[in-house]
């Protein structure tokens, strides 16, 4: 009978502790504006179903009057820069570029697929953005301090 000896498995990253680092702090600056974005949208769907308003600078009034910046409703208003349709646009995109973040670190650290969903769900869900971001961060950090020995790539 052959006695099997049990050896600790090695924590490999499929990059260096440099590229870690770089890939989590553009993950951090992508989760913060990707909040403040979701924050700023969901005041913006808020105002637009509730009060039926949406924010526009310029264009002109159907009474004539030209409009600076202001809430106003759609159908009063012609020309003009539609804010609130912006803020839509910039999150959807912002949110594109903060799942290429998201999905560069997760490669980089190895880590099961859930946690990839999990961390894609912070730029869509209010507030927890900032929450998975700072408990993203903590832990890359903690994994790279404890395994100094994984710096190799393969």
Not at 39 to 64: N, P, Q, R, S, V
Not at 111 to 129: D, E, H, M, N, Q
Not at 138 to 147: D, F, P, T, Y
Request: glycine letters at 8%.
């Amino acid at each position: 009978m052959t006695e099997q000896t049990s050896t600790p498995k090695v924590r490999r990253f499929a990059g260096t502790p440099a590229q870690i680092r770089s890939s989590a702090t553009f993950y951090k600056v992508l989760a913060y504006a990707t909040g403040v974005m979701l924050l700023l949208l969901c005041a913006e769907m808020a105002i637009k179903y509730f009060l039926h308003l949406e924010l526009f600078i310029g264009g002109t009034l159907l009474d004539g009057s030209s409009n600076a910046v202001g809430l106003v409703n759609r159908a009063d208003i012609t020309d003009g820069f539609n804010v609130s349709l912006a803020i839509l646009i910039v999150h959807g995109w912002m949110y594109v570029i903060y799942l290429l973040a998201d999905f560069r670190l997760w490669s980089l650290m190895r880590w099961p697929f859930s946690r990839f969903i999990t961390i894609a769900l912070g730029g869509v869900v209010p507030l927890l953005s900032f929450y998975m971001e700072k408990k993203v961060h903590g832990e890359v950090e903690r994994e790279l301090a404890s395994h100094p020995q994984a710096a190799k790539r393969y």
